[in-house]
């Protein structure tokens, strides 16, 4: 198995950015599609954007589109999530999630096998 650990999470205003990181331990992370999850109080917890093992695809949810990038360096066993012109709504509690490779990428959070604890991300308004 693979132990994840986020990074990064932090208070900033409106329009601002955040740069989070998955750090993996263990098995190496090059084998896993990875996902980035968030959840607010009160809300389930959704998808916000993947990566697959080898970086070559990428999907995000509509409302994160043009504002945050996912991208991987593979050699350091780290996914990142660039977060930028951060809104309100952004706020929540970000994950980082690992499952096997597939195709199609799979969004749902049920197919995650690996989870972080998660890193808190508050933007003020």
């Known amino acids: 198995q693979v132990q994840l650990v986020e990074s990064g999470g932090g208070l900033v205003q409106a329009g601002g950015s955040l740069r989070l990181s998955c750090s993996g331990s263990?098995?190496?992370?090059?084998?896993?599609?990875v996902g980035w999850f968030r959840q607010a109080p009160g809300q389930e917890r959704e998808f916000v954007a993947g990566?697959?093992?080898?970086?070559?695809?990428?999907r995000y949810r509509d409302s994160v589109k043009d504002r945050f990038t996912v991208s991987r360096e593979n050699a350091k066993n780290t996914v990142y999530l660039q977060l930028n012109s951060l809104r309100p709504e952004d706020t929540a509690l970000y994950y980082c999630?690992?499952?096997?490779?597939?195709?199609?990428?799979?969004?749902?959070?049920?197919?995650?096998?690996?989870w972080g604890q998660g890193t808190q991300v508050t933007v003020s308004s």
């Open positions: 263990g098995r190496t992370l090059s084998i896993y599609d």
């Open positions: 990566i697959t093992r080898t970086g070559t695809t990428t």
């Open positions: 999630a690992a499952k096997a490779s597939s195709v199609p990428f799979i969004t749902s959070r049920a197919s995650y096998e690996y």
